[in-house]
T-cell receptor, first 117, second 115 residues
């Protein structure tokens, strides 16, 4: 069965520190997609990144970077020089295709990141 | 601002009331989703509509009744809810193309409290 594990329940850092959020997944599919979402206190889940199983290139977007390693089934997320606005719950998710126009997201339990000023 | 709009933002209702949650998107997406999220938990999928037809029902109790009047709108009709149904209800949409590739885009949610 598909599964996503985010072992870090809560992380607290001081502003400007770097922080890495871990994500480990399990799937039997050879083609799959991984996502990271951010959920600030307002409630909306904000899509951050998608990665497919064929592309192991790391990606950087501003202060955000992602490290995808198929060999260890991990898709970790690093925030460089964290800011208070980064405080949120971060979810890693694995997509389970249903065909047609739908897909089902298997979410990890989330990591609450608190960035202190 | 989110491109998926949910109304109302907050709802308080009694166990005998009937109410509806509404969701709207104008991104041309052909799949729409309802999720339930309890505090400190990940979202749980409830329903999926694909091309305006119900494609997934995750064994949700019948007191929750989804409706997709057109490709831009999604409703969730509520009746005789229980206190444990108090939660954040999130709507999402994704483009067609399938295969799990398309990201889901979420609204701000409706915070529902059952008295």
């Amino acid at each position: 069965a598909q599964k996503v594990t985010q072992a870090q329940t809560e992380i607290s850092v001081v502003e400007k520190e770097d922080v890495t959020l871990d994500c480990v997944y399990e799937t039997r599919d050879t083609t799959y997609y991984l996502f990271w979402y951010k959920q600030p206190p307002s409630g909306e889940l904000v899509f951050l990144i998608r990665r497919n199983s064929f592309d192991e290139q790391n990606e950087i977007s501003g202060r955000y970077s992602w490290n995808f390693q198929k060999s260890t089934s991990s898709f970790n997320f690093t925030i460089t020089a964290s800011q208070v606005v980064d405080s949120a719950v971060y979810f890693c998710a694995l997509s389970e295709p249903y065909g047609g126009a739908t897909n089902k997201l298997i979410f990890g339990t989330g990591t609450l990141l608190a960035v202190q000023p | 601002d989110t491109e998926v709009t949910q109304t109302p933002k907050h709802l308080v209702m009694g166990m005998t009331n009937k109410k509806s949650l509404k969701c709207e998107q104008h991104m041309g997406h052909r799949a729409m989703y309802w999720y339930k999220q309890k505090a400190k938990k990940p979202p749980e999928l409830m329903f999926v509509y694909s091309y305006e037809k119900l494609s997934i029902n995750e064994s949700v109790p019948s007191r929750f009744s989804p409706e997709c009047p057109n490709s831009s709108l999604l409703n969730l009709h509520l009746h005789a809810l229980q206190p444990e149904d108090s939660a954040l209800y999130l709507c999402a949409s994704s483009q067609d193309g399938g295969g799990g590739y398309q990201p889901q885009h979420f609204g701000d949610g409706t915070r529902l409290s059952i008295l």
